[in-house]
T-cell receptor
Framework: AQRVTQPEKLLSVFKGAPVELKCNYS??????LFWYVQYSRQRLQLLLR??SRESIKGFTADLNKGETSFHLKKPFAQEEDSAMYYC???????????FGKGTMLLVSP | DGGITQSPKYLFRKEGQNVTLSCEQN?????MYWYRQDPGQGLRLIYY???????QKGDIAEGYSVSREKKESFPLTVTSAQKNPTAFYLC??????????????FGPGTRLTVL
C-alpha cells in the first residue's frame, strides 16, 4: 500500500531563515502529490500541488521520483507561516488521498 | 455562502451511545469524505462516497457508518462499537476523484468527546 512519511513532527526556525519540510512517499507508479496547510483556528486547505509547478505564498515543492520525495521549501520563513503542514498522495484514476502525519512549523521572531 | 459545513462544532456523548455528525456542502461536488484527525496521527480516512447512494470504507471504518442519500449531505454515525471515538472529525468534498490535480475542500470539523 502507498505510504506518506513526514519525518519531523515539529520544525522550529527563526524569521528569515530557510525552511524545508520533508515528505517521502512509497509508491512505484506516478502519483499526484499535494501539500495541505492548517493555520490556527482555520480549516485545512490546499497549499500547492505538484502538477501546477507554482509557488504559493513563497513555497515551492518539486517532485523527485528518483528519491520519491516532495519536500516543501521556502527561502525566507515568515511568522505567518506557522501552521500544521500535511503532505498527501493521490494515485491515478478514482482514488482518495493518503496523508502523512503532519509537521508543525513554528516561525519565531 | 458556498462551502462545506459541519455540525455541531463540539459534541459530547456517553459511552454506549451512538451519535451522528452532520456534513453538508453546496459546492455541487460529487465526492465526499470523512477523516479522523488525532494528534501525531495525521488524517485517517474513515469512509468516502464518490456518488449518491454509494460509499466505500476507508482505512479505519470499524465502528462507523455513513449514508449518502443526497448529493449535498454525508452524515457520519459513530457507533458504540467504536472503541476510541474521542477525536476531531473532518468532512471534505471534491469535484471528482478522476480529475487530475483535484482539490479536497474541508469543513471546520467536529470535536467529539466521549464521557
Amino acid at each position: 500500500a502507498q505510504r506518506v512519511t513526514q519525518p519531523e513532527k515539529l520544525l522550529s526556525v527563526f524569521k528569515g531563515a530557510p525552511v524545508e519540510l520533508k515528505c517521502n512517499y512509497s509508491y512505484s507508479g506516478s502519483p499526484e502529490l499535494f501539500w495541505y496547510v492548517q493555520y490556527s483556528r482555520q480549516r485545512l486547505q490546499l497549499l500547492l500541488r505538484h502538477i501546477s509547478r507554482e509557488s504559493i505564498k513563497g513555497f515551492t515543492a518539486d517532485l523527485n521520483k528518483g528519491e520519491t520525495s516532495f519536500h516543501l521549501k521556502k527561502p525566507f520563513a515568515q511568522e505567518e507561516d506557522s501552521a500544521m503542514y500535511y503532505c498527501a498522495l493521490k494515485l491515478g484514476g478514482y482514488s482518495t488521498l493518503t496523508f502523512g502525519k503532519g509537521t508543525m512549523l513554528l516561525v519565531s521572531p | 455562502d458556498g462551502g462545506i459545513t459541519q455540525s455541531p462544532k463540539y459534541l459530547f456523548r456517553k459511552e454506549g451511545q451512538n451519535v451522528t455528525l452532520s456534513c453538508e456542502q453546496n459546492l455541487n461536488h460529487d465526492a465526499m469524505y470523512w477523516y479522523r484527525q488525532d494528534p501525531g496521527q495525521g488524517l485517517r480516512l474513515i469512509y468516502y462516497s464518490q456518488i449518491v447512494n454509494d460509499f466505500q470504507k476507508g482505512d479505519i471504518a470499524e465502528g462507523y457508518s455513513v449514508s449518502r442519500e443526497k448529493k449535498e449531505s454525508f452524515p457520519l454515525t459513530v457507533t458504540s462499537a467504536q472503541k476510541n471515538p474521542t477525536a476531531f472529525y473532518l468532512c471534505a468534498s471534491s469535484s471528482s476523484g478522476l480529475a487530475g490535480g483535484y482539490e479536497q475542500f474541508f469543513g471546520p470539523g467536529t470535536r467529539l468527546t466521549v464521557l
